[in-house]
């Protein structure tokens, strides 16, 4: 059985997660429009749909411990960007709130002793090692390529390639 505290910690996780997914769904939104970035295009669908996904796994966990999940109201996210660096250093922004988000549960667990949600969270630390990692490593390589048109086509073409074969992360 979840604690009261630990409960409204998890549905506050819940809520980032679901805005991280509308974020990464306006992202994806505005790089359709913008012309030649169908990878950065389809990277932000995918990520938009695996933060639901992280989402959901949530919500499910709450209800099984004997908890009550909420579905979150969303605020609408910044829908407009200024340049496709701008785009992924609000990527990194998210991931590293969820994060610290992730390590404070942890921590509320383990001071609880709630050994089940802290194991269960553990999942979510190596997933916030990915994300972040995957994160910084794309926002290094626009830095790289600056306003370059073919360094950014380069970009584009190959970002699918950081999720791996079949849309997953790579180690």
């Given at each position: ?30 790089a ?37 999940a909420?579905?979150?109201?969303l ?9 496709l660096?701008?785009v ?6 998210h ?8 390590n ?5 667990a ?13 999942w ?6 990915e ?41």
């Open positions: 059985m979840l604690s009261k505290p630990m409960q409204e910690a998890l549905n506050k996780q819940v809520q980032l997660e679901a805005e991280s997914s509308q974020a990464y769904l306006a992202m994806a939104s505005w359709e429009i913008q012309p030649g970035l169908d990878g950065v295009t389809n990277f932000f669908y995918k990520q938009s749909d695996e933060e639901r996904m992280h989402m959901l796994k949530l919500i499910r966990y709450i209800n099984e411990r004997g908890g009550f909420i579905v979150p109201h605020e609408q996210p910044m829908i407009t960007f200024q340049s660096q701008r992924f250093e609000e990527f990194l922004k991931e590293i709130i969820v994060s610290t988000s992730i404070d549960i942890v921590g509320m383990l001071t609880e002793r709630d050994y089940a949600t802290h194991n269960f969270l553990q979510y630390v190596n997933e916030q090692i994300e972040e990692h995957l994160a910084r490593t794309l926002n290094d390589k626009l830095v790289l390529v600056g306003e370059d048109k073919g360094g950014i086509y380069l970009f584009d073409r190959d970002i699918m390639l950081f999720r791996g074969p079949e849309g997953g992360k790579k180690r």
